[in-house]
């Protein structure tokens, strides 16, 4: 079960953070990504970091901006999202996949947790 959190509402250029609690079953052999959709649009690839090692990915509209970063210790994902854009305006969910898949795409996603919505002020 995958749990996120930490959504609001921010002016263009702040910063938010948004967590993502896994329970249920250890995240070794995972990867955990973060998606979002905005009205009208697909879910979209964010960012994601493989729980083994840590090794990070990102979509080129946010790199540089987001952080993604991991916790073992409370199975915990967190997505540091910093200069934000009104164009960053949407759900965000996480997801996990098991870390063989070649794609990390929403279709290639194996589990979901609910969304949290984020809304950047011009």
């Known amino acids: 079960q995958l749990q996120a959190s930490g959504g609001g509402l921010v002016q263009t250029g702040g910063s938010l953070r948004l967590s993502c609690a896994a329970s249920?079953?250890?995240?070794?052999?995972?990867?955990m990504g973060w998606f979002r959709q905005a009205p009208g649009n697909e879910r979209e690839f964010v960012a994601a970091?493989?729980?083994?090692?840590?090794?990070?990915y990102y979509s080129g509209s946010v790199k540089g901006r987001f952080t993604i970063s991991r916790v073992n210790a409370d199975n915990t994902v967190h997505l540091q999202m910093s200069n934000l854009k009104p164009e960053d305006t949407a759900v965000y969910y996480c997801?996990?996949?098991?870390?063989?898949?070649?794609?990390?795409?929403?279709?290639?996603?194996?589990?979901w947790g609910q969304g949290t919505l984020v809304t950047v002020s011009s």
């Open positions: 249920g079953r250890p995240l070794g052999g995972y990867r």
């Open positions: 997801a996990a996949q098991l870390e063989f898949k070649l794609r990390i795409s929403a279709s290639d996603m194996d589990y």
């Open positions: 970091i493989r729980w083994g090692d840590g090794i990070t």
